[in-house]
């Protein structure tokens, strides 16, 4: 099972998230490993009252596996039904990477 398929696994057994999408940006940062930089957006009524650090607290928790080994970043867009809606469900844009041994 490749990096990404865990991450969809433990994210939606842990929130059962209405939306999720993992995608993976590695191709967008230097560097070797194929599977190092995702972009996560999960929507979940389990964020109901909960600030946005605790949301990444809790991903990251979920996440420590992987985070201690060859995910290097993860870039979070943790959201409550009603502010996916809000959002029309647009997820903003990851920025270009600005280190690393990526060709600029």
């Not at 993860?74 to 809000?86: D, G, K, N, S």
């Amino acid at each position: 099972m490749s990096i990404q398929e865990v991450i969809e696994e433990k994210l939606n057994n842990e929130f059962q998230p209405v939306y999720l999408v993992v995608e993976n940006e590695s191709h967008m940062h230097g560097g070797p490993a194929t599977e190092s930089h995702f972009k996560l957006t999960v929507v979940s009524e389990i964020f109901n009252g909960m600030m946005l650090i605790k949301r990444h607290r809790e991903i990251y928790r979920v996440l420590a596996e992987e985070l201690s080994g060859d995910v290097h970043a993860l870039a979070l867009h943790t959201y409550t039904p009603a502010q996916w809606q809000e959002r029309e469900e647009d997820v903003p844009e990851s920025p270009n990477c600005r280190g690393g041994s990526k060709p600029g």
